[in-house]
């Protein structure tokens, strides 16, 4: 149930490959397996067991245990709190051997993983811990016939589904606010990326978690993630992923009526206005782009620029792009770009890119495949100009290292080309004008707005999308909401 592994930085480890059901890692029903591969070398790690309908149901049915045992029902908000924060402190502790597993799974280089995702874990967890005995009802005033008051209290088995570009992070950002609230949980990993949420499953059993409290299962989309959304036994579903698997998980949670959160696609546009600092627009919208190897939902993949100053923040933006996206292993302390996360999303980019150029977008920098030693998914940092609102590139959500860039002339028409898309997730502007900024920000159809940033996402405050880019937050106080039913009782005082 586990293999012995190593990494290029040395590192070894024990990497457990079961489905973590009741605090044990176990085989699936039927034995199936799917192979990790190291996205840098396309050489196999190891198969990790993958979840059947029938490993779904067990997993539900622990979690529905425990969340009515008193080993966790009958803990105090403080208790739950100190729990987390023990994982928190056992992340910590292995923070190497946690940013090592992701490098290897994701291809994110591993300065990243461990100076800010295994950090972001941290944060979330100690941050919600901190909410676990600050999260209570209120007493409501309706004069003396009546006393009224609320509780909180936890929905009850939570289904989380978390995508491929932020294993760690993402994990985080869901067992956080459940487990502060009293939740239990079923995680289902994204099937390209299992290993390190896995490793994490031993710090949870070894923080003394109850059994049953989280179960972490790898598993098929369309077989195990379908199944959890459908299960009865599950009283809600926290998704991040695909719009178009968003859509489907809404259909699928509608038979039973679940309380879902979705964190779905975007396509972000970044502004930058005559007055703007250009300078600074171009290390944001590199960051906002090409981090992460392009592979994030708030990417801001649309810059639109006032003609007026576009050829010169495209030669900043240029010489920014060349000099910081250093691509290589993602071992090395100089690689700023790794490889994409497996081989379909390394053709899905490309398959993009060569339709920029079809369309007769002009290609200032990139367009092409950038093998390592000849190995591995990586491509050019890629950047496309004179891009009409009507390309594809313009309009769909490409999640690679790939940017579109369109000139505006008016702030109105900046507005408009903003919004024309299905996409409402984040939106970044830059002006030196603090009531443009400000007045912009307030016209943007999106759930975040940088204002002279981008991506500057912080686990204080709420993070989610309108549109076609979410329903419900997650972070700050804000995503609590969506793992606690407020209870109303009314106490009759009239005789
Ligand atoms: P991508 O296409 O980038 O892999 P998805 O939105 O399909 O993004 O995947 C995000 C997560 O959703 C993964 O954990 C994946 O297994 C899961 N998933 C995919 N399809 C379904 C589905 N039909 N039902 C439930 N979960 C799904």
């Known amino acids: 149930m586990e293999v012995e592994l190593s990494a290029p930085n040395g590192k070894r480890w024990t990497q457990p490959l079961g489905l973590f059901i009741n605090n044990e890692f176990v085989k699936s029903s039927n034995g199936q397996t ?13 198969s990790v067991f993958a979840a059947t309908e029938e490993d779904v149901d067990k997993a539900v049915a622990a979690a529905r245990k425990a969340f009515k045992h008193p080993s966790w029902k009958s803990l105090s908000g403080t208790e739950r709190g100190a729990l987390m924060v023990k994982l928190a402190d056992l992340v910590a502790q292995h923070a190497e051997t946690l940013a090592t597993i992701e490098c290897l799974d994701n291809g994110k280089p591993y300065s990243v993983a461990l100076s800010e995702n295994v950090p972001e874990v941290i944060n979330v967890l100690k941050y919600y811990a901190g909410y676990a005995d600050k999260n209570f009802g209120q007493v409501i005033d309706v004069g003396p016939a009546k006393f009224a008051y609320t509780v909180k209290e936890p929905l009850g088995v939570c289904g989380q589904i978390i995508p491929w570009n932020y294993p760690l992070d993402m994990a985080a950002w869901k067992l956080g606010p459940a487990l502060c609230c009293g939740n239990t ?39 195990a993630g379908a199944a959890l959304v459908q299960h009865p036994n599950v009283d809600k579903i926290a998704f991040t992923g695909s719009t178009a698997t968003g859509k489907q998980i809404m259909k699928m949670a509608s038979g039973t009526m679940k309380n879902i959160t979705l964190e779905t696609g975007g396509k972000s546009p970044l502004l930058i206005f005559e007055d703007a600092d250009l300078d600074l627009a171009a290390t944001w919208s590199h960051t906002g782009i090409m981090s992460n190897q392009g592979q994030i939902c708030t990417a801001t993949s649309r810059i639109l620029v006032h003609e007026k100053v576009c050829d010169a923040f495209v030669e900043k933006f240029k010489a920014k792009v060349k000099d910081i996206s250093i691509l290589g292993d993602p071992f090395e302390e100089s690689t700023f770009q790794g490889p994409q996360v497996t081989k379909a999303q390394y053709e899905r980019v490309l398959g993009y890119i060569r339709s920029g150029k079809e369309e007769g977008a002009t ?27 009507t390309m594809k590139i313009f309009q769909e959500e490409i999640f690679g290292p790939c940017v579109a860039i369109a000139a505006f002339k ?65 972070l700050g106080e804000a995503g609590l909401a969506p793992y606690c039913n407020i209870k109303a009782i009314h106490v009759n005082m009239t005789a």
């Open 34 to 46: 799917i192979t990790s591969v190291n996205p840098a070398t396309e050489e196999e790690i190891c």
């Open 185 to 223: 949980v079923v995680l289902k990993l994204a099937e390209q990326t299992p290993l390190s949420v896995l490793y994490m499953a031993k710090l949870i059993k070894e923080a003394g978690f109850p059994p049953g409290v989280v179960n972490i299962i790898n598993g098929h989309g369309p077989e």
């Open 410 to 474: 008016t702030e109105e028409e900046a507005i408009e080309l903003a919004n024309n898309t299905a996409y409402g997730l984040g939106a970044a502007l830059f002006t030196r004008d603090l009531t443009r900024a400000h007045r912009v920000a307030r016209e943007i159809e999106a759930g975040m707005v940088w204002i002279n940033s981008s991506n500057d996402s912080d686990f204080r405050i709420p993070f989610g999308g309108v549109k076609q880019s979410g329903i419900g937050r997650e």
């Open 363 to 389: 290609i200032m920098l990139g367009g092409e495949a950038a093998p390592h030693k000849g190995k591995g998914f990586f491509i050019q940092p890629t950047v496309f100009t004179d891009v009409k609102p």
